[in-house]
């Protein structure tokens, strides 16, 4: 079994900061991309940022200059800096991780449970 925790998040005024992690665990031979997702009420979800293996990062565009992707392979474990917080920041943030458990010859996507950040004054 593999699982994706995510945890970090919460209520935060605008301009503010938060900091998500998600930790992987389990029978974990690699882990492969990783990326954090969001999704706003009515909305559909949507990719924030992605970090490869080998550290290679993508933005979304409205997210560019105030988030930082970023994971430490030795803990499994990857990471969300957001900085200067909107209110259209506001949604659930899910992590995504494709992985490759001990026991199997090719990876697949995990999810994590989501957390809610949530940017009001």
């Known amino acids: 079994q593999v699982q994706l925790v995510e945890s970090g998040g919460g209520l935060v005024q605008p301009g503010g900061s938060l900091r998500l992690s998600c930790a992987a665990s389990g029978s974990i031979a690699s882990i492969n991309a990783m990326g954090w997702y969001r999704q706003a009420p009515g909305k559909q979800r949507e990719l924030v940022a992605s970090i490869t293996s080998a550290g290679s990062t993508n933005y979304a565009d409205s997210v560019k200059g105030r988030f930082t992707i970023s994971r430490d392979n030795a803990k499994n474990t990857g990471y969300l800096q957001m900085n200067n917080l909107k209110p259209e920041d506001t949604a659930v943030y899910y992590c995504?991780?494709?992985?490759?458990?001990?026991?199997?010859?090719?990876?697949?996507?995990?999810w994590g449970q989501g957390t809610q950040v949530t940017v009001s004054s």
């Open positions: 995504n991780a494709d992985i490759r458990r001990r026991i199997a010859y090719t990876s697949r996507d995990y």
